[in-house]
C-alpha cells in the first residue's frame, strides 16, 4: 500500500517554514527529517507516525486514535502512530506535527549521511578485470 498523497501535502504545507527539512522513502511509507532527524513518517499502512520523546510516550497514547508503534514485535518507545482519523482536520495534523518538530527540536542534529565516494578510474579498471588465470585467450606457450 501505498503513503497517502493528500497527507504529505498537508504536512508538506505545515513544514514549509522549517529549515533542513528532507523526505526520505522508508518504512513502506514516506519520512519527513528535520536536521537529519526522523520527525514524523505517512505510513503505508495508514496512519501516521510521530516521534514525541520516551518522556512523553505514555502520555501520548492516552490521546483518541493513538498506539504504539511497534516494529518486529518490539514497541518503539518515544514514537506514537496516530490512525487517519486522528489527523484528518488540519488542526490535528497540525498538533502533531508540533509535538513532534518540538521534541525533535531538543535532539542534537545528526551530520548528513555519507554517500559512497566515487569510484576513481584505477579502481573501476581494477573492477572490470578479469579473475585471476582467466586472463589469457590465446594458446598457451
Not at 93 to 111: C, E, G, N
Request: charged share 30%; net charge positive.
Amino acid at each position: 500500500m501505498a503513503y497517502d498523497e493528500g497527507t504529505a501535502a498537508r504536512v508538506r504545507r505545515l513544514l514549509a517554514g522549517q529549515r533542513h527539512v528532507a523526505e526520505k522513502k522508508m518504512m513502506g511509507g514516506l519520512c519527513f527529517m528535520v536536521d537529519n532527524v526522523m520527525c514524523c513518517t505517512i505510513s503505508g499502512r495508514g496512519g501516521m507516525l510521530f516521534r514525541v520523546g520516551p518522556e512523553a510516550h505514555a502520555r501520548m497514547l492516552k490521546e483518541p486514535h493513538t498506539s504504539p508503534m511497534e516494529m518486529r514485535g518490539r514497541i518503539m518507545t518515544g514514537f506514537v502512530r496516530v490512525s487517519d482519523e486522528g489527523t484528518r482536520t488540519d488542526a490535528r495534523l497540525k498538533l502533531w506535527v508540533k509535538r513532534a518538530l518540538d521534541f525533535v527540536a531538543t535532539m542534537p542534529t545528526k551530520p548528513p549521511a555519507r554517500k559512497a565516494a566515487p569510484r576513481t578510474a584505477a579502481a573501476n579498471a581494477k573492477a572490470k578485470a578479469p579473475p585471476r588465470g582467466q586472463a589469457r585467450t590465446g594458446p598457451r606457450r
